[in-house]
């Protein structure tokens, strides 16, 4: 079984920046493909960011070039550096696992294990 918690999220100005980080715990095997998805008030799920078995990332096409995912060396935290942040980034983030070793754009449903989420609020 995985467990993932979330922590970072706050309230910045646009233009500011924060980081995420999502603990793991359990069997590896469960979360051989991680991700960062957002949902905000009245909008679905969307994928942020994806990490795979093997390091490649994926970004979703409105965080492409301000936000970085990344995993520590043993790959027990995920990380989600968000930089230029924009008002509409403003959301609920989450940290998701899935068995499969590749999940690179792949929708919330193919994700079993999620975090409760931390919140991220940008003023304008």
């Known amino acids: 079984q995985v467990q993932l918690e979330e922590s970072g999220g706050g309230s910045v100005q646009a233009g500011g920046s924060l980081r995420l980080s999502c603990a793991a715990s359990?069997?590896?095997?469960?979360?051989?493909?991680m991700a960062w998805f957002r949902q905000a008030p009245g909008k679905e799920r969307e994928g942020v960011a994806f990490?795979?078995?093997?390091?490649?990332?994926t970004y979703g096409h409105s965080v492409g070039g301000r936000f970085t995912i990344s995993k520590d060396n043993s790959g027990n935290t995920l990380y989600l550096q968000m930089n230029s942040l924009k008002p509409e980034d403003t959301a609920m983030y989450y940290c998701?696992?899935?068995?499969?070793?590749?999940?690179?754009?792949?929708?919330?449903?193919?994700?079993?294990?999620w975090g409760q989420g931390t919140q991220v609020t940008v003023s304008s």
């Open positions: 998701a696992a899935t068995s499969r070793p590749y999940c690179s754009g792949a929708p919330a449903a193919e994700f079993g294990t």
């Open positions: 359990g069997n590896i095997y469960s979360r051989r493909c």
């Open positions: 990490i795979n078995t093997l390091g490649s990332i």
